[in-house]
């Protein structure tokens, strides 16, 4: 069994690397942390770049990618201290979709792929807090 990375998945690697380290300097991170810590402008620069469809099937505008590639973009987006929910939109929306009716899907899931809409997953036990 061979676990080394495809070329594509290395090229994909190395784009986003290219990316955090252009676009994501301390200076930056430091100014997201003091203004609370998230930013829809940087998950709209994920989209952009095509991130946030990378796993969602082609036919509902994704690049049909697995979670290989999106483990890829995470460990990336991890290294460079990315502060974006890049793992519910990349995972757990998809999945979730599938479940979904079919005009709920057609409704929902390009807007998630592209990154027009954001979907996280919110779960907490009852008594929790």
């Known amino acids: ?11 994909l690697r190395d784009a ?3 990316w955090a380290e252009k676009a994501f300097s301390f200076e930056r991170r430091h100014a997201l942390a003091k203004a609370g810590g998230r930013s829809r402008a ?8 095509g991130l946030t ?5 082609v036919e509902h505008d994704g690049l049909g990618l697995g979670s290989v590639e999106a483990m890829v ?9 990315v502060n974006a929910p890049y793992a519910a939109a990349a995972l757990v929306a998809p999945a979730l979709m599938q479940e979904a009716p079919a005009h709920i899907q ?24």
């Open 16 to 18: 986003v690397a290219r």
């Open 73 to 81: 973009v995470m460990e990336e987006l991890g290294r460079a201290l």
């Open 42 to 49: 940087v998950y709209q620069e994920l989209a952009d770049l």
């Open 106 to 129: 057609t409704q929902w899931a390009p807007k998630m792929a592209s990154g027009q809409t954001l979907v996280v997953w919110a779960h907490q036990e009852p008594g929790a807090r």
């Open 53 to 57: 469809g990378l796993t969602w099937p």
């Open 1 to 11: 069994m061979n676990f080394d990375f495809t070329d594509d998945q290395l090229s």
